[in-house]
């Protein structure tokens, strides 16, 4: 036991070698905890936090009900089909999305909801079918309101990118962009579904559009390796 002299407490020898362990022993987790730290901030993507704030605004919710039934020729459809994605506000009255997610034969009717709250009609008024995207422009004479039209670029491969999305909540995953040829782009960071659509962004400039997440059977029915990332439609250059 130690004893308590003149303020001072003093152990024996053995005790003495036990505590200096252990206090060693603590500043050493301490030092490879703040190392561990310190290398996995480096592998985030450097997003500047306005940068950040302008990718979670950007997202719309996009709900759009549709009838691939002509009812001039089958008449009125017995249902109306309903189908949630993601979309990205590229200037004060158009947004990008997937073609898949808007695309409709009759009876088209898009609703979005911005990060605010507010709600919106559009229309679709351009669609690349080979590349599964389409561009929708608000119905009235309403903007957006987000200031200055999206900066664009070419996706860069083996670098930091994140993902903002709408659907099927708010919410930004970030990784690398893995692959890149001249029709689409392959992502790391988590994708899902409800994800369709959402603006693929690199150093805060607007470079695809998420289109599909990986599959997890392949055409034979066999289950693939999981994987968590996507793909995405670079659009550098699209409608601009």
Not at 94 to 101: E, K, S
Not at 111 to 137: C, I, P, Y
Request: glycine residues 10%; aromatic residues 6%; proline residues 5%.
């Amino acid at each position: 036991m130690g004893h308590l002299c003149g303020g001072a407490v003093k152990y024996p020898e053995s005790w003495q070698i036990v505590l200096d362990s252990a206090v060693w022993i603590i500043g050493a987790g301490l030092v490879c905890l703040g190392v561990w730290i310190v290398t996995g901030c480096a592998r985030l993507p450097n997003i500047p936090a306005t940068e950040r704030a302008d990718i979670s605004a950007a997202p719309l919710s996009v709900d759009s009900l549709c009838s691939n039934k002509d009812p001039f020729t089958t008449g009125f459809p017995d249902g109306i089909e309903s189908v949630q994605g993601s979309a990205v506000i590229v200037d004060d009255r158009h947004a990008l999305t997937a073609l898949h997610v808007v695309d409709c034969f009759a009876l088209h009717a898009v609703r979005v909801t911005m990060a605010n709250g507010r709600f919106l009609r559009m229309v679709v008024d351009k669609v690349d079918r080979e590349r599964d995207l389409a561009r929708m422009v608000i119905m009235s004479d309403e903007l957006f309101g987000l200031g200055a039209a999206v900066v664009r670029a070419m996706p860069a491969v083996d670098a930091p990118s994140c993902t903002a999305s709408a659907q099927p909540e708010r919410e930004i995953n970030c990784g690398r962009v893995e692959r890149v040829n001249h029709t689409f782009f392959e992502v790391s960071q988590r994708t899902r579904s409800g994800n369709s659509g959402s603006g693929v962004y690199q150093n805060g400039r607007l470079v695809g559009v998420l289109f599909a997440k990986h599959p997890t059977k392949d055409k034979t029915g066999k289950t693939l390796p999981e994987k968590v990332g996507g793909f995405a439609v670079p659009v550098k250059g699209v409608w601009e």
